[in-house]
């Protein structure tokens, strides 16, 4: 087996595409899309690459293909490619890799290990001023920040086994994000911080004390939520997060993390049509400048309260109004479909 990151030169050539998902290629993958073997499915490509390996029938679903490819870089992507080319090995390291990819691709608690080797294989999930991009692995390991996927898949490949096995040695790489995680943790852990379930488990109101931001250097209305800790706790098909501000609440609505994938065990979730709903807020919204919007441009988002130019604004509604709005239009659009 041999690993070479994608490029349109392997178009005409047949591979195994694990994780991502491109042409002229045997799936072992959860994108959306793919056509993975249903004998291996799982929710993580991390699993199915781990599924391929033990499975008594790896040579009939590979066909004898020899090459690996991935189309981008993150801590999913890294497992499942060190996977197939490691072989049943890799299968000594099974539950200790899954959380790590849980953690990377879902924002998942599923163990400290896993969220600490996650964090040295692909960075932190969120963005912060204390965070740089890129992996912190690949920068320590060529001395100068990496943003070239490739390249970083040659750097950490050799150190996969490592990072998992003596996952301490590398404190100083997932020490900093580590902390802002269990921060948040102890937020929602102290009340805080806190979630409500609403709309018979419809729709989680999440509500952020500012500590979480103000203490590390954030700022609600420019850096990303803490999404490890808020899956953690949230359990609704819809997250409404919001932090109180200077001049209001901060919003947005997410999906949960998971959801952006074809999973086997956990729940499919249905996107939704949120434009009545932001019609109506925006109707009880007093004068600002800013607007409820539909808001796609992360895997999982679904709408904001954002200004003219794209940020997210202070809305002056309370959080009590706004998940009144959205259990209204939730439960008219219902009604209107006879459920």
């Not at 294989?121 to 890129?134: E, H, K, L, Y």
């Not at 943003?147 to 900093?176: H, I, S």
């Not at 609403?198 to 729709?203: D, I, N, R, T, V």
Request: net charge negative.
């Amino acid at each position: 087996m041999r690993f070479e990151y994608y490029h349109s030169g392997l178009d005409n050539t047949p591979k195994l595409s694990v994780d991502g998902t491109v042409s002229n290629s045997i799936h072992f993958s959860h994108w959306q899309g793919n056509q993975t073997p249903s004998e291996v499915k799982a929710d993580t490509s991390t699993e199915i690459a781990l599924n391929l390996v033990a499975s008594p029938n790896k040579n009939r679903l590979t066909q004898g293909i020899e090459l690996i490819t991935n189309n981008h870089f993150d801590t999913d992507g890294v497992l499942s490619v060190w996977t197939v080319l490691t072989g049943e090995r890799a299968l000594d390291l099974r539950d200790q890799m899954i959380c790590a990819a849980e953690a990377g691709d879902f924002s998942e608690f599923s163990s400290p290990q896993g969220v600490r080797a996650s964090i040295v294989i692909q960075g932190s999930d969120q963005a912060s001023p204390n965070n740089d991009t890129g992996s912190p692995l690949a920068r320590k390991l060529a001395g100068k920040d990496i943003d070239d996927d490739a390249q970083a898949y040659e750097l950490v490949l050799p150190e996969v086994e490592r990072v998992f096995r003596n996952t301490d040695d590398y404190e100083p790489l997932w020490r900093d994000a580590w902390e802002q995680i269990a921060g948040a943790i102890e937020s929602f852990e102290a009340g805080r911080s806190r979630v409500q379930e609403q709309s018979g488990g419809q729709l989680s109101l999440i509500t952020l004390a500012p500590e979480i931001f103000s203490e590390s250097g954030f700022n609600p209305t420019r850096h990303a939520p803490p999404y490890t800790a808020i899956s953690r706790y949230a359990r609704g098909k819809l997250f409404l997060i919001t932090t109180p501000v200077k001049d209001g609440w901060v919003y947005r609505l997410d999906y949960p993390y998971y959801s952006w994938a074809e999973t086997v065990k956990r729940p499919s979730i249905q996107r939704r049509d949120v434009t009545l709903t932001l019609e109506h807020l925006n109707e009880l919204e007093p004068d600002n400048k800013g607007r409820w919007q539909p808001d796609t441009r992360e895997m999982t988002s679904a709408a904001k309260f954002l200004n003219p130019d794209g940020t997210l604004a202070a809305s002056k509604l309370m959080p009590d109004e706004v998940v009144r709005v959205f259990s209204e239009t939730a439960h008219n659009q219902l009604s209107a479909m006879g459920a």
